[in-house]
């Protein structure tokens, strides 16, 4: 499998085709050069004036938006987590709680298309 694109990706609105565009990475450091495989286009079909429907895809937009920092946020907490229980071993060290853990794997896992078992 390829890497994701990294960040940091953008969000424009298109107000005459009611969607959102996701500009990853690599279109946004290429002004001018938006084509398909720089874009993902969220096509929704709704407005502003369409309320808590419009509000929820706006937020689903800039969830897909954050990805890139996301993942690497989550790669980030494991790996501080293995730092600071080395450095913290005599106090009985730092652990996240086994859900916790479990989540962000799972979320890197599938993020990674790979199978956590």
Known sequence: MSKPTPG??????????????????????????YSAQHIIEYDHGLYPEDGKQYDEAEANARLIAAAPELLEACKKVLQDEMSDYKSCAEFGGYV??????????????????????
């Open 96 to 117: 996240l709680d086994d859900a916790v853990r479990d989540a962000v794997k799972a979320a890197i896992a599938k993020a990674e298309e790979r199978n956590e078992s």
């Open 8 to 33: 940091p990706w953008g969000v424009e609105y298109e107000e005459d085709l009611g969607r959102h565009t996701i500009s990853m990475a690599t279109a946004l450091q290429t002004p001018g050069h």
